[in-house]
């Protein structure tokens, strides 16, 4: 599927997301290295750091927040009304045409 992912430095690349490889949207960004080494994916993926939270761009369905989830970005900074941690989404057919922004580190 193809996804939209705007960097730290604001630039938008437009990615090919394999929906075959049990990835999420954190490891999506690393493998594509959108942003640097370190500074995200801290927790490996386990809802605990918020390095890997985005800002959901447009409406594309995506699986419901976990309590996990939902504690981490209750206390993280720089969290909006549309942050999602991109660990907690895997990658699927329904991410077709998804638009993200990643939050500030
Ligand atoms: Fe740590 Fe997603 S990688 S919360």
Redesign the pocket.
């Known amino acids: 599927v193809t996804i939209k992912i705007t960097d730290r430095d604001g630039v938008m690349h437009e990615v090919l997301a394999p929906t075959d490889m049990a990835m999420n949207i ?1 490891e999506l960004v690393r493998a594509y290295e959108l942003a640097p080494e370190g500074t ?13 939270q985005c800002y959901v761009l447009n409406e594309v369905e995506l699986p419901e927040m976990g309590p996990d989830e939902d504690a ?1 970005l209750s206390e993280a900074f720089n969290v909006k009304p549309n942050s999602r ?4 989404i895997p990658i699927t057919n329904d991410l077709e045409g998804l638009e993200l922004e990643l939050a500030p580190e």
Not at 40 to 52: D, L, T, V
């Open positions: 954190m995200i994916g801290i927790c490996g993926g386990m809802a605990m750091c918020a390095s890997c981490m941690l991109g660990c907690q």
